[in-house]
Nanobody, 127 residues
């Protein structure tokens, strides 16, 4: 059974930093991409950042929402099936529930791909 466990959310003042982590557990064969999405109160869920698996010779390709470019950095440890989101220079508009996504997860049991979501972790940026 595949589970995504997120951690690292909390309350931070504007200008502060947080680091989110998400680990995919289970009998994993491969994960194509991992990413973070967020949902602010009263708004739709939106993409924050994604990263592909890469290879032995190159790191994965990254994609960021325009609103977080230059402030957030996504990274990934394929050996640990873990994705990180380093968030710097946080703004009140970054407040929301952050969800981890694992795209095209193939398990050894099924050898079929499907997507999974974490339960979400709350980030509040406020003074």
């Amino acid at each position: 059974q595949v589970q995504l466990v997120e951690s690292g959310g909390g309350l931070v003042q504007p200008g502060g930093s947080l680091r989110l982590s998400c680990t995919v557990s289970g009998s994993i064969f491969s994960i194509y991409a991992m990413g973070w999405y967020r949902q602010a109160p009263g708004k739709q869920r939106e993409l924050v950042a994604t990263i592909t698996s890469g290879s032995r010779f190159s790191s994965g390709s990254t994609n960021y929402a325009d609103s977080v470019k230059g402030r957030f950095t996504i990274s990934r440890d394929n050996a640990k099936n873990t994705v990180y989101l380093q968030m710097n220079s946080l703004k009140p508009e970054d407040t929301g529930v952050y969800y981890c996504n694992a795209d095209k997860v193939v398990t050894r049991a099924t050898m079929m791909a499907r997507d999974y979501w974490g339960q979400g972790t709350l980030v509040t940026v406020s003074s």
